[in-house]
Nanobody, 125 residues
């Protein structure tokens, strides 16, 4: 499975970005997927997840109401719509697909993922 994230860039505070993650090799169909981020000097954290069927989502408290995750199984792509961006949203954003099938939206500490290469989001104040 190869995941290719794109859409990062430099944006002013209050702006919006849409991240995309395309899969090749294996599809997203049947697997929960999500977005993580890692800010400088901090650990990687889960931002948002969507379950295998697309009917359930999970968001970190820090991004609730601000970010929206979606998936398009026909296009084999997932998205992260980010609005009202703040400087503290600056990070490298990674997409990830569960290795196990039919996962739910809530992140599991024991879950194993396929990772994309990351895309940098920089929010200026």
């Amino acid at each position: 499975v190869q995941l290719q994230a794109s859409g990062g860039g430099l944006v002013q505070a209050g702006g919006s970005l849409r991240l995309s993650c395309a899969a090749s090799g294996r599809t997203f169909r049947g697997y929960a997927v999500g977005w993580f981020r890692q800010a400088p000097g901090k650990e990687r954290e889960v931002v948002a997840r969507i379950d295998w069927g697309g009917g359930s989502t999970y968001y970190a408290d820090s991004v609730k109401g601000q970010f929206t995750i979606s998936r398009d199984n026909t296009e084999n792509t997932i998205y992260l719509e980010m609005n009202s961006l703040k400087p503290e949203d600056t990070a490298v954003y990674y997409c990830a697909r569960d290795r196990g099938e039919y996962g739910g939206s809530r992140p599991s500490p024991s879950a194993d993922y396929y990772w994309g290469q990351g895309t940098l989001v920089t929010v200026s104040s």
